[in-house]
């Protein structure tokens, strides 16, 4: 039962179209906890502080609501994507204590459908285009950033499957045959982004795990993933040279990003709402440009800078605190280098970190509550 919601709630990120994969996303959480419903109380009173971070960013999101006057349905919009977060979160933490490694297993298995369906329609469709075309790929809201998410994952998953010496010798070559066509899939997504933060999180995997160390914990954790979102930003603006000069890679690697022109709207942004910030549901009305692509510039855009250094603070002390060797091997491998990849992503996209209840809560939200079931986690 747990593991049938579990491929659900997964399922339903990837998968399901709007707007029914919200229903379906919200209904797998509430059949989890309802199912775990035990160790709730516990779980919230260990991570109370991070109780009282949603609360603030609720309580702004209404003051930013009233300040604005905006209608009921927006209001509720913007609430809801705030409060799914923890939600998502106390549901991944209770059900990785039940199952484990398990719910690893049951993403790849999601990866692994995704990838072969993006692949047998790029095949189909672009026929002898197939490696010239960036992918559109089918299942994560016609998203390749997105879809390049969840490929990052399953490699992850299964490199840490492959590296597991307890496994089958069939099982390790399928799994590695598989993290082939999701780095491919990766590359044929065009995603320049999500492409240099896998490049970081496999060099974090050999600094992190190399002649079998423990998991790194408090700054040695917390460092490379401020360091691996600075890469990703400080390479948007290199981009500029390299557009403008030379760029040798093909022409779907070489487009213009034009991230740092929308920094600049929102440096704009900020100034003018700097307390409450412009709102959740803020977008630039450029076609293409809506909005911050830059998850931690976008909450300054969104919140307002008293609550986005709240946020940058909270979950700061959070991982810092984390215990990921209390994860198991596997568990601790997977948080890290998910974290890693996740705070590189936010780099280059997202609007915030709690905007939309979709693929980027793979990569960053559930590796986060990971940590939160760990000891020191508070």
Known sequence: MIAIAVLCLFASIYFIPKPLHSSIFFASQVVLLVSLLSRLPGLMRANWPFLILVALFVAVTLANGYDRSINSSMLG?????????????????????????????ILLIVAVVAALLAFGEGVWSNRGHVFTERFDAPGTGRNAIQFAGLMAAGIIVAAIDVADGALSRNRRIVEAACIGLFVALSIMSGSRGPLIALVLTLIAAFFFFARKREAPHGVKLLIPLVCAWAVITGVVFLSLFFERVYCPFPAQLCRSAERVDIWGWVVDQVI???????????????????HAHNAIWGLFLAFGIPMALIW?????????????????????????LMLVYGFAYMGSDLPTPFTYMGPHYIFLWLPLALLMTTRRSV
């Open 272 to 290: 003018m709402h700097p307390f409450l910030g412009a709102g959740a549901d803020f977008r630039f009305s450029v076609l293409g440009k809506g």
């Open 77 to 105: 919009r913007n609430l809801g994507s705030v409060v799914m977060v923890p939600v998502f979160c106390f549901t991944i933490a209770l059900t990785y204590g039940r199952l484990g490694w398990r719910m690893m297993e």
């Open 312 to 336: 940058l603070g909270g979950i700061g002390t959070l991982i810092a605190r984390a215990r990921p060797a209390e994860l198991g091997r596997k568990g601790a491998m997977f948080a890290c």
